[in-house]
């Protein structure tokens, strides 16, 4: 790999804060601030491993992917009531319009809370409506999406499939399975997807991220989706970054996310700009923003920083994620066509 060339200027630092940006990539419970946590554990009641903000911050060191897992799911359990739902949505919204998101997809795991009897349509009703209160003050527009434990088997996903459909009212636009994707690949959930396509979702994976190829073939497939969480391990297999490419299948790669858990084992390895340079269908993004202790600029600094990527080359995922959004065809090309000019303007006054 060339190493990269390109230098973190005051310019292209200012453009990257305050270019417009789109996130695809993004998990309610994952954006949780610290304080809220031990806001609502006490208000609920809920026990868990930390007793304050430094607490939170210690058990957000993780040695893998499994021990990520474990911390989230204890620590999301604070989360209870559809108020909670929406203090948490408004929360995201408002930290998304610091970050100049201007659109996002957020995803909701709703096994987790099904789990522990939590009302998954007032979760949602909650959420749709924190959403809408940020976008009242800030103009952040949001969609989400169920993102399906898939450790959870096909057989459970089907009523959870039936409470998306009922929630597509407050905005559900998308069906996802995430979770833990050793021993659950991603073919007993073709019928699954399949059913969610008919009801008029959109559908999308995480894929890739600590399996190989196998999983990204079959969620591309088998499943039909038109964009992989992640999928980096696509690298290792060049007729499946082919097959990528005609299909013109995004992959949304969270970079600091995959150094967290374990996905790359260091930056050199992490095969975004390989991706990238292969003409795979990239976007930039989060994730879990406060596991992975990250920010979308921050993100795109990162990939200034350890993959070379200019300024042309942060519009280009923006516009990617434009076009990759499940927004309809038109309300896209009037996303990118407000963006694109806002960049120009941008870049003239910083002269990047
Ligand atoms: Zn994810």
């Known amino acids: 790999m060339s190493k990269p060339t390109v230098m973190l200027t005051p310019a292209l630092d200012a453009f990257i804060e305050r270019m417009p940006k789109v996130e695809l990539h993004l998990h309610l419970e994952g954006s949780i601030e610290s304080q809220t946590l031990l806001d609502l554990a006490a208000r609920n009641k809920i026990e868990i491993p930390a007793q304050n903000v430094a607490g939170v911050e210690q058990l957000l060191r993780y040695r893998d992917f499994g021990e990520f897992l474990t911390v989230y799911m204890a620590l999301v359990r604070a989360v209870v009531t559809g108020e909670d739902f929406e203090r948490l949505a408004y929360e995201l919204g408002r930290h998304l319009a610091t970050q100049r998101v201007r659109y996002a997809e957020v995803m909701v795991s709703p096994m987790q809370h099904i789990l522990r009897d939590v009302d998954m349509l007032e979760a949602i009703a909650g959420t749709a409506a924190g959403f809408a209160r940020a976008q009242r003050e800030t103009g952040v527009r949001v969609n989400l999406a169920f993102d399906f434990g898939r450790q ?20 559900v636009v998308a069906w996802s399975i995430g979770g833990n994707e050793i021993g659950n690949p991603p073919e007993p959930f073709a019928e699954v997807f399949a059913a969610a396509r008919q009801a008029g979702l959109q559908v999308m994976a995480h894929a890739g991220e600590v399996v190989g190829p196998a999983s990204v073939w079959g969620a591309v497939d088998v499943l039909q989706s038109a964009r992989i969480g992640h999928g980096i391990r696509a690298i290792d297999d060049p007729r499946l970054i082919a097959h990528l490419r005609t299909r013109g299948t995004v992959l949304d790669v969270s970079p600091s996310s995959n150094l967290y858990t374990g996905a790359a084992s260091s930056w050199t390895m992490h095969p975004l700009r390989r991706l990238y340079d292969a003409g795979v269908i990239v976007t930039i993004n989060t994730d879990d ?17 350890h993959f070379g990527f200019t300024a042309d080359d942060l519009v280009q995922v923006t516009r990617n994620a434009v076009f990759g959004s499940f927004l309809p065809a038109a309300e896209q090309v009037a996303l990118w066509q407000e963006i694109e000019a806002e960049i120009a303007t941008l870049r003239a006054e910083l002269g990047v």
């Open 289 to 305: 923003p406060t596991f992975f202790h990250t920010t979308l600029s921050s993100e795109f600094r990162l990939a200034v920083k």
């Open 152 to 171: 959870y088997g096909p057989e459970r996903a089907w009523h959870v499939l039936e409470v998306a459909q009922q929630a597509m009212p407050y905005g």
